[in-house]
């Protein structure tokens, strides 16, 4: 995944108009399904992920505050950002700390920068195979969130890799402006819908089909991590 070759973060309405409606409404199922997931399900998991980016400091804080508050989570995952960013900063346990993390037994974080998605996602998938992690929860911004999910569903596909992944939307106001652009979330989802059109063409984020499979797979293995009881209806 290059990001040289990305569609750009902030695009207008207008640009979809060429789109088949079929291929939108894969993207609206993939948001719906992902979002729907719930997010109480977290409190179950091994490892908790922070994708840094756009110099979106709330990552940080909202993931280190679930962190310290939750001792059962045996691990906390940093993905390193793009230092082509303006709002790049380097990621150091001291910065950790500045925002608030004190237990840093379980700590673990990317070393090499990480200019894209797709390499954070094998970061994440590489730290699972090597720790023997057996869930995780992705804390990201909404507007990211759905596509950083289907980026790491698709590298797991790609390594072999199944286990429970767990949406975490960070609690920000779609009318806070991201410091990177300016933008808000609401002006940065079309963006996110057309590079997941894009990256799905190019076989970086699952497809609506293996969407379909996992999310099939990760409600009928582990109901009562999702908080279902009686029986799953295939």
Known sequence: MSSDCAPPRIVSDEEFAGYPAGRLLDVMKALTMILALPQSAADHVDALVIAAGQGEEWRFTHAIGAWEAKPDLRYLLVANGNPAEATYVEITLDYLRSLGLRRTEGVHVQAEPAPNTGLQAAWIVSQVQSRGITSLALAISPYHLPRAYLTVLKACNASGVRLPVIPVPVA?????????????GYALVPGEVKRILAYMDQGWVATPEELQQYLGWLWNHHPRMLGVTGTMVP
Do not use: D, I, L
Request: proline share 23%; no cysteine.
């Open 172 to 184: 920000v106001s779609p009318h806070t402006p991201v410091p990177e652009t300016g933008a808000t």
